[in-house]
């Protein structure tokens, strides 16, 4: 077996994006940010997120998109601002939370792996957004089996923190504990597989980086392995709304199978 160690991966195979543009593209994303129709969004995606969600769908122009896990529906008005053409599927098992709705937008309550995709979409042409607090390695294995290659998962939580199994839990090797009980075990098979069936994977970096992470601890590369942030100390003062909601970060990623 392959004993490697891919705890501190931060991409692994052809890397699709450079950033090069980010900055001059978050002052127009700010612009819209400012119109969204969501002010108090806590318990769902803030700037950092909903920027580079905005970011790789403008860039990819998917034809459709499917996203589960919904909450106050924030996402989806992020979706549809950035590929306003697109057919877009959203997911949410308790659709009465919902403050957003576009009557454009296909709403289910069933689970992403409950639908007959096929006779929906073409599953090269979409992209899979995952904000739904899921076991990423099952969703991987479902995406594979119905014929989708690329995904964005907004939950990947380093491995001790998070209430679900990430790709960063993955490879790490961690498993799953929540409240002290394991739910899946530690094992660095599941980092094996990941690996062979990815054709790229990035995390996403932050906009910016506090020192303390969302949970109080120091915000350091040891124990929390993060991208260089787009902008600096000397950058954040023009871009207070960022700074604020900078502690939303969880490493969001992007990547696509094989």
Not at 23 to 51: A, V
Not at 213 to 223: A, C, L, S, V
């Amino acid at each position: 077996m392959n004993n490697r160690n891919y705890s501190n991966i931060l991409n692994w195979g052809e890397q699709l994006w450079d950033f090069k543009d980010a900055i001059t593209l978050l002052d127009e994303f700010l612009e819209l940010y400012e119109k969204r129709p969501i002010i108090n969004n806590t318990g769902g995606m803030l700037s950092t997120h909903l920027f580079w969600t905005w970011y790789i769908l403008k860039k990819l122009a998917p034809e459709s998109i499917i996203e589960s896990g919904i909450f106050k529906g924030q996402g989806t008005w992020i979706i549809t601002n950035a590929c306003p053409n697109a057919k877009v599927f959203s997911i949410d098992p308790d659709l009465s939370r919902r403050v957003y709705i576009n009557d454009k937008v296909r709403y289910f309550v069933e689970d992403f792996s409950y639908i007959d995709w096929n006779s929906l979409l073409k599953p090269e042409n979409t992209l899979c957004f995952f904000d739904d607090h899921q076991d990423a390695y099952l969703r991987l294995q479902q995406m594979k089996w119905m014929g989708f290659k690329k995904a964005i998962f907004e939950d990947n939580y380093p491995k001790s923190q998070g209430d679900c199994y990430s790709c960063k839990k993955i490879l790490a090797g961690c498993g799953l504990k929540i409240d002290g009980k394991e739910k899946i075990s530690s094992n660095i098979t599941h980092a094996k597989y990941f690996i062979e069936n990815i054709k790229t994977y990035t995390t996403l970096p932050p906009l910016f980086k506090n020192k303390f992470t969302r949970w109080g601890d120091e915000w350091n590369d040891e124990n929390y392995p993060t991208p260089p942030s787009i902008l600096s100390d000397e950058d954040i003062g023009q871009y207070k709304i960022v700074k604020e909601d900078a502690k939303g970060y969880t490493w969001i990623c992007y990547l696509e199978l094989l």
